[in-house]
């Protein structure tokens, strides 16, 4: 199964995914490849792991190499290429990470985008479990980063903008014909109060939600103090209400 986290930025998408992972990987849920998928790169920080590189920092060693004609020839450039690319995959005692990064300097992010492509294609056959921590926004859509995703979770908050992108998301997808078995809405950081009036206003958008994960004290300590969100416990309001989305999901 293949799970993809989007949404307006600052809706809480990467703390979502990082309490997917936690939940998963204590069930023992199999095989588990995490996608961080944003540029921005702060899923490993909420998993409190370091990953030594990323998917665009050996993209851009293998072009650099290659335009200073660094390789012998006749090498074969599709298996260095694949070597670089287990490089960056950070292997933990539960998962496996794999963080997308940024290209050096400025330019098209298309690259980097390509390569998350040919590495899905590789490695997603090879686990049982994909967690997706997309880039906030519309370019994981147009750039067919979540062709073949089972269930797309667009995470909202209480804002309207962050309906409006969830619309546009659904749209893209729909337009875009793309390979996507589900989406449904998550609300993230919102009271029964509010969830009411947002599930309200998204089903007369034609969203379909699965449930809400409530403001939580213990997780807004931890993101201050900077801790790993792996230290919530297992009672808090966001793992409940999370653990009850999953399991409507049919991901638990």
Not at 30 to 35: E, K, M, N, Q, S
Not at 58 to 86: C, H, N, S, T, W
Request: glycine letters at 8%; hydrophobic letters at 40%.
């Amino acid at each position: 199964m293949i799970l993809a986290f989007t949404g307006k930025g600052g809706t809480g998408k990467t703390v979502l995914a990082a309490l997917t992972v936690l939940e998963l990987t204590e069930r023992g849920a199999g095989d588990l490849l995490v996608i961080d998928a944003d540029p921005d790169a702060n899923l490993p920080d909420a998993l409190g792991v370091e990953p030594e590189t990323t998917l665009g920092e050996v993209r851009e060693r293998f072009k650099r190499e290659i335009e200073e004609e660094q390789l012998p020839p006749g090498f074969d450039k599709q298996a260095y290429m694949e070597y670089l690319v287990m490089t960056a995959l950070h292997e933990t005692e539960d998962y496996d990470l794999l963080v997308m990064g940024r290209s050096e300097g400025r330019g098209c992010y298309c690259a980097v985008n390509h390569w998350l492509r040919r590495v899905m294609s590789e490695l997603l056959p090879r686990y049982d479990l994909v967690i997706m921590d997309c880039e906030a926004g519309l370019e994981h859509v147009s750039r067919g980063i979540i062709d073949g995703v089972d269930l797309v979770l667009i995470v909202v908050d209480h804002s309207r903008k962050a309906l409006n992108t969830a619309r546009r998301i659904v749209e893209l997808i729909d337009e875009l014909e793309s390979e996507v078995e589900d989406v449904r809405v998550v609300a993230n950081r919102v009271t029964d109060r509010e969830y009411r009036v947002i599930r309200r206003e998204g089903e007369r958008m034609g969203l379909s939600f699965l449930g809400r994960v409530r403001p939580d004290e213990e997780l807004v300590e931890l993101e201050l103090r900077g801790r790993p969100l792996t230290e919530l416990p297992p009672e808090s309001k966001a793992r409940t209400d999370l653990r009850e989305i999953l399991s409507r999901a049919g991901v638990l």
